[in-house]
């Protein structure tokens, strides 16, 4: 049994249509009433005619209304296998909701839908998905096609971690996917069609504020691998002022091992103590990777010029293999799926 879970606020006769059409799929349904005014009433007594609603005390927002759900799914569809998140403003077709039921039902349980961006997508839509990859790929070390798309699918073991993932606006997304990361979760995604209905205007997603909040919650998920790197540029900026170049190839491994020691450390035991950490290969081979690269690059630069110092040339290593680590998850992401 599948369940759809619709966060709900201020809709339209979109959410009506939108339940109809997954009733006659025969799936069961939660709507979330966000807090939305008494105005938006018939809509919800419309839709509670075939689906079950709860409602906010006031409106907290996206995150807030999921996490609502999720904590009151299985006492309210006690045999559900799955359920599914989907947005109430039409922009999921109901065709690609039943492939996630499938996909589901077909042995993954987490499933992450992937949208197809053609020319007529609105810009804010385009660059906030473009802006987020980049983001999202360098901070956290994972790529995805799409990691803003709200059509994702679970299996219901996920809820005790789901209701611990912080976040409570659009920022709980994003950082739901961080939390799947790091416990190694596997995460399927599958292709769907972009629906953009006039323009996408009846979105309530702030182009400005609600992006700072995105980014702002998934520091606070990854400050860590922040604190690791400036670690290894203090050592590195330290090795530089005692030693120069001359135990280039021990001091700049040491450093960047030693910032990856500590970044280990700080999400094991500090950001992701609540569920089961399983990133510490992952960062370990990554950090060898670096290492190695760092060390061969800046001893290339030292053959052309000794005019720049080693700190200098180490972040220029650095700089380059942002760029070539980005490229190795995203061809990863396109060989593993």
């Not at 359920?83 to 077709?93: L, M, P």
């Not at 290894?232 to 700049?252: H, K, R």
Request: glycine fraction near 4%; aromatic fraction near 12%.
């Amino acid at each position: 049994m599948s369940v759809v879970v619709i966060p709900a606020y201020q809709p339209d006769n979109e959410l009506i249509r939108l339940v109809k059409q997954l009733n006659d799929q025969n799936f069961s349904i939660l709507v979330v009433n966000d807090g939305s005014e008494e105005s938006y009433d018939a809509i919800f007594a419309t839709v509670a005619e075939t689906a079950t609603v709860i409602k906010s005390p006031k409106n907290e927002g996206k995150g807030a209304a999921l996490k609502r759900a999720f904590a009151a799914l299985r006492e309210l569809f006690p045999s559900a296998e799955y359920f599914i998140t989907a947005d109430a403003d039409g922009q999921h077709r109901v065709e690609d909701i039943v492939r996630v039921r499938d996909t589901l039902d077909n042995g993954n349980d987490f499933v992450l839908s992937v949208r197809k961006f053609q020319k007529n997508i609105p810009f804010r839509s385009k660059f906030g998905n473009d802006l987020s990859r980049i983001v999202y790929t360098i901070m956290n070390g994972h790529y995805f096609d799409d990691n803003q798309s709200g059509l994702r699918g679970f299996s219901v073991k996920h809820i005790d971690w789901l209701l611990k993932v912080k976040g409570e606006k659009y920022d709980y997304e994003m950082n739901m996917l961080c939390y799947a990361d790091k416990q190694g979760i596997k995460i399927t995604t599958l292709p769907i069609e972009s629906v953009y209905i006039d323009g996408n205007k009846s979105s309530h997603f702030n182009p400005i504020a609600d992006t700072v909040r995105i980014y702002k919650r998934l520091f606070t998920s990854v400050w860590p691998s922040c604190l690791g790197v400036a670690v290894w540029e203090l050592l590195t900026m330290l090795a530089t002022i005692i030693f120069g170049y001359e135990y280039s190839v021990i001091s700049i491994p040491t450093a960047v091992m030693i910032g990856a020691f500590i970044t280990f450390l700080t999400q094991r035991f500090f950001v992701f103590s609540k569920v089961p950490y399983k990133d510490g290969m992952r960062i370990l081979c990554f950090s060898v990777i670096r290492a190695t690269a760092y060390t061969i690059i800046t001893e290339i630069i030292l053959l052309f010029t000794m005019a720049l110092p080693m700190f200098v040339s180490v972040n220029i290593a650095a700089l380059l293999m942002l760029i070539v680590e980005y490229q190795i998850h995203k061809l990863m992401h396109k060989t593993i799926k």
